[in-house]
């Protein structure tokens, strides 16, 4: 299977501190993103780094790209309840499929 | 934009009845996706459609799955016969051409085959 890995499966916080994400992927990529999951509802993107990049930010997100490891991490940083939610990594390798990694459930507690 | 649209969001139905679930996505998206997710599998892509013609869609799991789109705003999913292990959230996305740049997912359709 081509599907990435993501870990820890399951991360639980307490709000103002930081959660940090972790993705594996096996073949080569275009780019790499993450997608924010809120129950009951669809996919959300959140944040796109191309194969050439190593770092970028969004708000209060971090992403980084290791692609000798074939890896890439998302950080949350201040975090709030709202951000509570499944986490996903997705990568394209030259074509339009989209393979999705298994996922990171943060529960981020009040 | 509204965005992409799926219906129904929950559909139950009992083993052996067709199903059809329906996607309009957002105007102006060359392409379109079907995903289902559960538990066990997390995410898969089951087809996908480029100009309302379909590309790939080795992800379907057999002959009891087809997908259509007769125009630039509409799509089908449809499963018959339904088994109960067809069970899954249904998303559909799409996005503008550029390979690799961002999907925008529908709500999905929660699926529950009895």
């Known amino acids: 299977s081509q599907q990435g890995e993501e870990d820890p499966q399951a991360l639980s916080i307490q709000e103002g501190e930081n959660a940090t994400m972790n993705c594996s992927y096996k073949t080569s990529i275009n780019n790499l993103q993450w997608y924010r999951q809120n129950s009951g509802r669809g996919l959300v993107h959140l944040i796109l780094?191309?194969?050439?990049?190593r770092e970028k930010h969004s708000g209060r997100l971090r992403v980084t790209l290791d692609t000798s490891k074939k890896s890439s991490s998302l950080l949350i940083t201040a975090s709030r309840a709202a951000d509570t939610a499944s986490y996903f990594c997705?990568?394209?390798?030259?074509?339009?499929?989209?393979?999705f990694g298994t996922g990171t459930r943060l529960k981020v507690l009040a | 934009d509204a965005g992409v649209i799926q219906s129904p969001r929950h559909e139950v139905t009992e083993m052996g009845q067709e199903v059809t679930l329906r996607c309009k996505p957002i105007s102006g998206h060359d392409y379109l996706f079907w995903y289902r997710q559960t538990m066990m599998r997390g995410l898969e892509l089951l087809i996908y459609f480029n100009n309302n013609v379909p590309i790939d869609d080795s992800g379907m799991p057999e002959d009891r799955f087809s997908a259509k789109m007769p125009n630039a705003s509409f799509s089908t999913l449809k499963i018959q016969p339904s088994e109960p292990r067809d069970s899954a959230v249904y998303f559909c996305?799409?996005?503008?051409?550029?390979?690799?740049?961002?999907?925008?997912f529908g709500s999905g359709t929660q699926l529950s085959v009895l």
């Open positions: 996305a799409s996005n503008p051409e550029g390979m690799g740049e961002k999907l925008f």
């Open positions: 997705a990568h394209t390798s030259g074509t339009y499929k989209y393979i």
């Open positions: 780094i191309r194969s050439n990049e």
